[in-house]
């Protein structure tokens, strides 16, 4: 069971960005199944070190891209990369004190701003 399914309607229509979000789904979905038990392989730690890692290669190529484009509204873009990027932070920390519920915790937040940032704000620079 996944907790996100790729659907056209989070495409931002650039097929680059657009397998990195699927990436960061796919990372989401892999903390979902061990925070249910489904996946005995990796730890918690590993998959939020993977997101740490990956999220920043992905926010530093769509912030290029922004710049390349002559995004206006970058800025504020940015402040919502650099506020998911502290809320990961502060998840490994918690991490290391109470994983069960650190990983609830963040898969609640990844999950309501993942989609919310992919629909709203980056559909934003590809109108």
Do not use: P
Not at 47 to 65: A, G, P, R
Not at 72 to 92: C, P, R, V
Request: glycine fraction near 4%; aromatic fraction near 12%; charge should be negative.
């Amino acid at each position: 069971m996944s907790l996100f399914s790729w659907s056209d309607k989070y495409s931002v229509g650039n097929a680059e960005i657009d397998s990195q979000h699927k990436k960061l789904f796919d990372i989401l979905n892999r903390l979902f199944d061990i925070c249910i038990g489904k996946n005995q392989v990796d730890t918690g730690e590993s998959v939020i070190d993977e997101l740490e890692s990956y999220t920043d290669y992905h926010f530093k190529f769509e912030e290029q891209h922004m710049r390349d484009i002559g995004y206006k509204d970058i800025d504020n873009h940015m402040a919502g990369h650099n506020f998911f990027t502290q809320e990961i932070m502060f998840a490994k920390r918690r991490n290391a004190q109470d994983r069960a519920n650190t990983d609830n915790k963040l898969i609640e937040f990844l999950s309501n701003w993942l989609i919310q940032h992919v629909t709203e704000e980056d559909k934003k620079y590809t109108i």
